[in-house]
């Protein structure tokens, strides 16, 4: 089955600077990767997604980016505010209407 | 539109009890998967229920179970509960079968297993 790997597992950045967060899948059939944000109590919440079509997808601060060859997709947060302080999951489908999730990045936007 | 909708959203058993969980998806949306999320496993993939068909099931035990009604809301079921079933259970709605449509997520009922 699908396998996806997040780092890293916490990342701290000082408000203004940009963040980062890389995720590897196996399946290479996998053609959908959204990326949620789950702030502390609350629901996660989708906040972007690519299609293998694509290599890239922006919106306004987010952007994400993906490698079909190396199957590696990435979340790039620019400009961040203490807002964007959350656990971020990115997810991939499993060909089986499916998605098999990353273990979760915390990010910590010191302000 | 109302949002996904979970309830109870706290629930304390005792293990060898059994526990069903609700959901109510958005209104017009068909397709409800359900997640167990905790912070070891994070977030795992159950089963998906489509036109009160289980379409898609993860790898948990025979324990746990559900459906769907024809209204769409969708019930889970986990029977002789162990410790090791204590998290949260998400449970996410989207219009139809593509994954590709958006996932929007409930805000989980918390299980503590005692």
């Known amino acids: 089955g699908e396998n996806v790997e997040q780092h890293p597992s916490t990342l701290s950045v000082q408000e203004g600077d940009s963040a980062v967060i890389k995720c590897t899948y196996s399946?290479?059939?996998?053609?959908?990767f959204p990326w949620y944000k789950q702030e502390l109590g609350k629901r996660p919440q989708l906040i972007i997604d690519?299609?293998?079509?694509?290599g890239e997808k922006k919106d306004q601060r987010i952007a994400v980016t993906l490698n079909k060859t190396a199957k590696h997709f990435s979340l790039h947060i620019t400009e961040t505010q203490p807002e964007d302080s959350a656990v971020y999951f990115c997810a991939a489908d499993t060909g089986r209407r499916a998605l098999t999730f990353g273990s979760g990045t915390r990010l910590q936007v010191q302000p | 539109k109302a949002g996904v909708t979970q309830t109870p959203r706290y629930l304390i058993k005792t293990r060898g009890q059994q526990v069903t969980l609700s959901c109510s998806p958005i209104?017009?949306?068909?397709?409800v998967s359900w997640y167990q999320q905790t912070p070891g496993q994070g977030l795992q993939f159950l089963f998906e229920?489509?036109?009160?068909?289980?379409?898609n099931k993860g790898n948990f035990p025979g324990r746990f179970s559900g459906r769907q009604f024809s209204n769409s809301r969708s019930e889970m079921n986990v029977s002789t509960l162990e410790l090791g079933d204590s998290a949260l259970y998400l449970c996410?709605?989207?219009?139809?079968?593509?994954?590709?449509?958006?996932?929007?997520f409930g805000p989980g009922t918390r299980l503590t297993v005692l």
């Open positions: 996410a709605s989207r219009t139809g079968p593509p994954i590709t449509d958006t996932q929007y």
């Open positions: 690519i299609r293998s079509n694509v």
């Open positions: 229920y489509f036109s009160e068909t289980q379409r």
């Open positions: 209104s017009g949306h068909r397709s």
């Open positions: 399946d290479s059939a996998s053609n959908y």
